[in-house]
């Protein structure tokens, strides 16, 4: 189980990941210089762990493929 104050983070953390995706350029160009980096900044996170979880996809995906082909040739040459 969750625990209460670590959803509620979560959730706030969800809700500042969708203001900032859905924040207009007017609204960003209001924004102080301070703020402007600071949203830059998550941005730059959020695609470093995007990048992160693909990556790691992408390892497991060849893993399993590697597998794959060393069980393929297995069996092949169980056939012989």
Do not use: F, G
């Not at 900032?20 to 209001?30: F, I, Q, T, V």
């Amino acid at each position: 189980m969750i625990h209460p104050v670590a959803k509620q983070k979560k959730k706030q953390e969800e809700e500042e990941k969708r203001r900032l995706e859905e924040m207009s350029e007017d609204e960003y160009d209001a924004l102080t210089e301070e703020e402007k980096a600071e949203i830059d900044r998550k941005h730059l996170e959020q695609k470093k762990e995007r990048l992160k979880r693909e990556n790691e996809k992408q390892e497991r995906e060849r893993r399993e493929k590697e597998m794959q082909a060393l069980l393929e040739e297995k069996r092949l040459e169980e056939e012989k």
